[in-house]
Every structure is written in structure tokens, then in C-alpha cells.
């Protein structure tokens, strides 16, 4: 029924900059809260940033200051711009939209940061 597609990774070097989409589709229904994860392989998935409906976010410590969350209500769009990247965010990073029902996830894209 709603599917969210995700775009933007890529490979970084070191104190490069990526902004992360996450486009909804498939619902009538406004987005309550999008966030966004990161899970690095044999690690545990991480909260990265959340941004609720009434416009409150929040941001995990090891990346506030550098990334900033966002969201285009019109075009049912969040973002992840991510700045000053460091080899540690290197992950695939997921977001998850929550909708009155049920939450739903992108299908992930591949972050690398490396020299």
C-alpha cells in the first residue's frame, strides 16, 4: 500500500557532505514521524534522527551538529542532510515513516565515507 524509496548514498571521502531522500507514496494519510537509522554489518541498528508531524527532532549524539533532518510536508519527503562525514558513518541508512496504522521502511541506501 505505501512504499518509501530511498536515494542519496553514495561514497564520501572524509568531511564530504550527502543529503539522504526518503519519498512516500501510496497513502492519503499524513506522516505522524519520520526517522532515520543506520546499521554498520554485525552492528545493531542505531536511531539517527527523528522528525515528528509537529516539527520537533531529534538527533542521536554522535551525529548532532553535523546532520540535520527535514521534511517537505507537500511533497510527503524527509531528508537527512548529512555534513563534515566521517568514516564511522559508514552504514546502510534506513528511514521509517509512521503513519496512523502501521509504520513502513525504505529499502535502505548504502552510505561509505572513506579515503
Known amino acids: 500500500q505505501v512504499q518509501l524509496v530511498e536515494s542519496g548514498g553514495g561514497l564520501v571521502q572524509p568531511g564530504g557532505s550527502l543529503r539522504l531522500s526518503c519519498a512516500a507514496s501510496?497513502?492519503?494519510?499524513?506522516?505522524?514521524?519520520m526517522t532515520w537509522y543506520r546499521q554498520a554489518p554485525g552492528k545493531q541498528r542505531d536511531l539517527v534522527a527523528r522528525?515528528?508531524?509537529?516539527?520537533?527532532?531529534y538527533y542521536a549524539d554522535s551525529v548532532k551538529g553535523r546532520f540535520t533532518i527535514s521534511s517537505d510536508n507537500a511533497k510527503n519527503t524527509g531528508y537527512l542532510q548529512m555534513n563534515s562525514l566521517k568514516p564511522e558513518d559508514t552504514a546502510v541508512y534506513y528511514c521509517?515513516?509512521?503513519?496512523?496504522?502501521?509504520?513502513?521502511w525504505g529499502q535502505g541506501t548504502q552510505v561509505t565515507v572513506s579515503s
Open positions: 501510496g497513502s492519503r494519510y499524513s506522516i505522524y514521524a
Open positions: 522528525i515528528t508531524s509537529e516539527g520537533s527532532t
Open positions: 521509517n515513516a509512521r503513519f496512523p496504522l502501521r509504520d513502513y
